[in-house]
């Protein structure tokens, strides 16, 4: 639609000089008219004549409302009329104001009477526009009164919207039932209610200077959608300025950090115990193919490699310097490294804006832009790329290579990151510490996991964004060909209280980043104990090509909290087609019940799992499995746990690659049956029914985002 | 209230006499007159005289509607009037309604002209009772229209309700606040609605014929709650009976079950893998130290014990008889048992009603009650109560004594309950089997557990409760005592489907149940695995003495995750006194942040540690601690575990014994600290922020429950 961009323009230049930043109502209709945003029509009549011609203007029934500056109250003075359904009652209407007026307040200077077209009776809803520190301009939409108000029942999206998004607004509340008509009511014309959210959604991407819009309420009925009252705010100040680098740029950097030739630790060291020891040691430990060069002007030879005086000392070029000296060293240090050309910084030194030294750490930030170097950190624990045996960090090394990379903006997390990988035997691509994110941060990472083959899944702990229109651009990207996992801490008020003690980060409210992250396609972890779960999970499962899920279990209680969890993961469990189940039935006792769950009852021996599966997997109806494991003695656990491996394998060696979950109960032998059945592709679980399936639809959250779940 | 018990009953009978189960308007106003419900006053007039005078007896605003059985489209025919005032208009709009009604339809038969009491503008609620089949009589409450309807945002109670339950229904739903006044309304008058769901309460536990009363909508508002609709309807047949025991008889029987002289095995068996034979060295290698019986007509002697042909031939008395021969043969040795005079029978046979065997269920609950027998099963894994080293099981012997005792209605969610006791070494009094419930079932567990010194936390798995009313006796009055934990499956629709398809059980609506066994002081677990880990931890933790919560984290990252889990875990994080402030900052880095979370940065000494917690534990005026740990080669896992059970031990020893919890992020070897802690008092978990904050959120729920936090 055709905006008049320039009516828009030429008037916020004439608000901005008054020095106003609060639109008038007028202005506010301007501004409406100009993006062909419905409002009530409305004109100001100084006669009853005009006011009848006004009313057959725009339609039958009107308003009427004194127009004085000397009432305030206007219905206490007998003001204002509702409802005037044809001329004879305007034009009596009207005499009678005028009249109330006068009676009311003799002195009162009159202005005229105002003639309102009456909205048709519809829903109240509330459409606004708003600029969030992390994610700028956002639009919101939520229904009126109570459900907003009382129940919080609101949505939000990036703007500007395209058709769809602005139709996702609508499914989007938990009381989007009432927009298709309940207890009688037509449904609201979605059309028109999408059409007022992309418009608004265009004027606050135009004008970025419009740092509110409120259009509360709307009327939205079967015949459309009118906003009754406007509200529009101007920014006090300017927007703050974000660098923006091509993905050009942030590639090169990025491959230079995880594929670097050669590393330089400033700050190496022979002292066990010191940092720039554990780092030393981990790169050497760690299997590093490169030339690793440490920096140290007291030192000859550290970890039996030749030590440098300074960085400039080094013959040959320098990809990584990695920094394991104290904050106060850093800005001298860090000249050199620009100085010898050094493409990135890992800033490992804490002492930083975390503990309140902003100006150090502006201080290192201006170096660094000056030298073209790109920083990591500071504060933070190194970072591990594992396709090329790099430990850059002062925590121990870890090999086991794999296909996920993870990030986290704490240390904590890191560490408990590797420990739980370590565990587990999650197979890892990367794990990156961001710490204070001074320049480099997970949008970079995005970007650069996005296209690395090596990586197949990117999980990330994040308490806040630098830049959430870049993360949310890369994240868009990325998540249609990989999983991005994101664990948001500071989810909650108190939750975002602790974050700005910890980073002095603005946690922004979490209904705002929760639905921008799903818009830009991410899966959100709830806790770090998910998170992880996922992220060793995802890369194992393949892509579900449907959303036909079935249970096959042998214990019928493991059945029913599948089944409950499944409802909790928006799972579908089939409807099993008649033929479908005779062909289970086939295979399990008289006295099990198909359908779904299919339940093979408790005592059955491996034929039965192996027959039942067998089936599932082959037949093309249904999409992925679940299995419910009972531990005894006819089928003990490895039994079970090895054919499953074996039954799944064989269809993968067939084509058929489908996503197969288990949870197992039963004695602690199930413990290593699970491990089994996770190195055989199977992500396999004892002691819960949840896990399983809360990974299976952390998948399916996924496919469905990216639009890999063919209809 | 005295209510008018005798005229409903008089109304009631009369109903049946006329064969109708639906009661007419003027009967619902019977009623509601004879329990103090109060509706709008309303009165026939016919005559302009007769209007004025009921009208001037109920107060104005009145409501004026034609009443003639000819008149359909009452509007329509000009034959309503709203809002009149006074006498006059009264006067006139009854000479007006007729005169309209005689225009529209010149025939009309013209009853005359219904006055009635116009009701204050307010919120729409809705109150009814319905008969719930697990429940029985259930009151329901929520707000009118969209509230109820579509976010289905509707609480419900057992009835009878006292005044603290009902006023507690006003604030279960999520639109409580509503209720206080919102957008400028007045609160509404809360104890007019409490009252109001009391009546009915009364009403339907007084004639339990009532199956269903609706009162919809009711106006709510600052002077009263008036229900505008009353729908009244009757059962159409008996409820069922349930068969009733006192606590005597109940203790008397589970005594003898969990702590036997002498037990007999029904088809004890030599053969290994047989049930019989497992059974038979459960019993003995668990180092039961009463008699053991084997009975098997084909054997001398059975696992060294003498074999008898029949239970008869026992020459002593027998406690318990455990069942491990085909269903087929239950029912002719259930009557020997009966014979002997054994009070319990287990049964672990598989085969009766699970499998759709209903009538073979039926028999042998009618041999039983013939005899007096008590059943517990059939189709279960056995019991075990470890106080009497009594494993009646053919699952594998479990012997790490404690005080948790554990039930399942599943046999696989049993064996889940023995892994993790056993990999978890779980302390546990007792695990039971429940299976098909035909006689013993969990209201009977929970009497005996409720008393039994050995125990001291009863965590349950169930998929349906036989009588719900039972139950919830039995936890009302257990739960003041020890935590009671519910994992209740078949939580959702798709949950309930396997349900029934499993057990033959009906599963109730899952609201109704979450609000009901919250009103029993049960704490739900909404997972397998978290009922586990509620059991495990639940014992271990101390009752808290208040609602303050501190967080003392080294890693700023984890406070925040722990924050976030606090706020979602319902507990409040203390807002920290300016002296405690200062004391904790003497013992943390400048850079770290005291306030709370406690953060006391990651590379501190073992002495910050214990100096912080000890001021924590310490403290009056802080009632629960959790730590989150970050491992640093400075204050290793260990060093951190060994440090936090000796400072928390000090502690308890000098009569401090506040719950503590732990997170620990790190490397592998946290997870051996966090075993160490565990064992000594401190629950505590690695890679998870959500585990510990979960646990101490289940403690304060139960706590608060049982009303054991001051205020």
């Not at 419009?210 to 101007?234: H, K, M, Q, T, Y």
């Not at 050669?262 to 590093?288: H, Y």
């Not at 920083?375 to 090394?397: K, M």
Request: with cysteine; hydrophobic share 45%; charged share 20%.
């Amino acid at each position: 639609m055709a905006h008049d961009r320039d009516s828009v323009r030429a008037l916020l230049d004439k608000v901005r000089a008054s020095g106003r930043t609060a639109l008038t109502a007028p202005e506010g209709k301007e501004i409406c008219d100009a993006y062909g945003i419905t409002i009530p029509a409305e004109a100001l009549a100084t006669s009853a004549d005009e006011a009848v011609s006004s009313a057959e203007e725009m339609g039958f029934p009107v308003v009427l409302k004194i127009v004085s500056p000397d009432i305030l109250h206007k219905t206490e003075a007998g003001g204002v009329l509702v409802g005037l359904g044809s001329a004879e009652v305007v034009r009596a209407g009207y005499d009678q104001i005028i009249a109330n007026a006068k009676a009311y307040s003799a002195d009162a200077q009159i202005i005229g009477v105002q003639v309102q077209q009456m909205l048709p009776p519809g829903q109240e809803v509330i459409i606004g526009a708003t600029t969030d520190p992390t994610f700028g301009k956002i639009v919101a939409f939520g229904l009126g009164g109570v459900l907003v108000e009382v129940l919080k029942d609101v949505t939000f999206r990036l703007a500007p919207l395209d058709a769809g998004e602005a139709a996702s607004m609508l499914d989007s509340i938990a009381a989007a039932e009432v927009l298709k008509g309940v207890r009688g009511a037509d449904p609201v014309d979605r059309d028109a209610l999408a059409g007022l959210l992309q418009r608004v959604s265009e004027l606050v991407d135009d004008f970025p200077e419009i740092s509110e819009v409120d259009l509360n309420p709307v009327f939205a009925s079967a015949s459309g959608a009118v906003a009754a009252d406007v509200r529009i705010l101007l920014a006090e100040g300017q927007p703050r300025e974000v660098p923006k680098y091509t993905t050009e740029e942030i590639l090169s950097v990025m491959e230079r950090v995880m594929k670097p030739r050669s590393v330089a630790v400033i700050g190496a060291s022979n002292e066990t115990g010191k940092i720039g020891n554990s780092v030393m040691r981990n790169l050497v430990d760690g299997g590093f193919a490169g030339e690793i060069y440490p920096v140290n002007p007291k030192a000859d030879s550290i970890c039996d490699r030749k030590a440098y005086r300074s960085i400039g000392d080094i013959p040959g070029e320098v990809d990584v310097a990695v920094f394991t000296i104290p904050a106060k060293f850093v800005p001298g240090a860090l000249e050199e490294v620009g100085t010898k050309g050094v493409p990135a910084a890992i800033l490992i030194p804490s002492g930083f804006a975390e503990t309140g030294n902003v100006e150090a750490q502006d201080e290192i930030v201006a170096i660094a832009r000056k030298h073209g170097v790109r920083l990591l950190g500071p504060n933070i624990y190194g970072y591990y790329y594992t396709p090329s045996s790099l430990c850059a960090t002062f925590c121990t090394p870890y090999d086991v290579q794999g296909s996920v990379a993870l990030t986290s903006q704490s240390g904590g997390i890191g560490m408990a990151i590797l420990g739980y990988s370590r565990t587990t035997k999650m197979g890892v691509s990367a794990i990156v510490g961001f710490g204070n994110k001074s320049d480099l941060d997970e949008d970079d990472a995005l970007v650069f996991f996005g296209q690395d083959d090596n990586t197949q899944c990117i999980a990330m702990h994040l308490e806040d964004l630098k830049d959430g229109r870049a993360f949310v651009a890369a994240a868009r990207e990325v998540s249609k060909k990989k999983p991005v996992v994101v664990l948001k801490a500071g989810r909650t008020a108190l939750g975002a209280r602790a974050a700005s003690s910890h980073t002095g980060a603005l946690a922004g409210d979490d209904k705002v980043y929760d639905d921008i992250l799903r818009q830009a396609g991410v899966i959100r972890a709830p806790g770090l104990n998910d998170m992880l779960e996922y992220a060793r999970a995802l890369p194992v499962l393949p892509t579900p090509q449907g959303e036909n899920v079935v249970i096959i279990t042998a214990a019928g209680g493991s059945g029913v909290l599948l089944s409950d969890a499944c409802a909790d993961n928006g799972l579908t469990l089939m409807d099993i087609p008649a033929d479908l189940d005779a062909a289970f039935r086939e295979h399990i006792p008289p006295f099990g019940a198909a359908g779904n769950p299919v339940d093979i009852t408790g005592g059955e021996p491996p034929a039965t799992f192996e027959a039942t599966i067998r089936l599932g997997l082959d037949d093309p109806r249904i999409h992925s499995l679940i299995l419910g494991y009972w531990h005894t003695i006819v089928t003990p656990p490895m039994v079970f746990a090895e054919l499953v491996g074996r039954v799944v394998g064989e269809a993968r060696a067939r084509g058929i690659d489908k996503p197969v979950v288990a949870s197992l109960a039963g004695d602690t032998e199930v413990e290593q049956a699970s491990e089994y059945l996770f190195e055989h592709g199977v992500p396999a679980y004892p002691y819960t029914t949840e896990k399983p399936v809360a990974v299976l639809g952390a998948k399916y959250r996924w496919a469905r985002n990216a639009g890999l779940i063919p209809d």
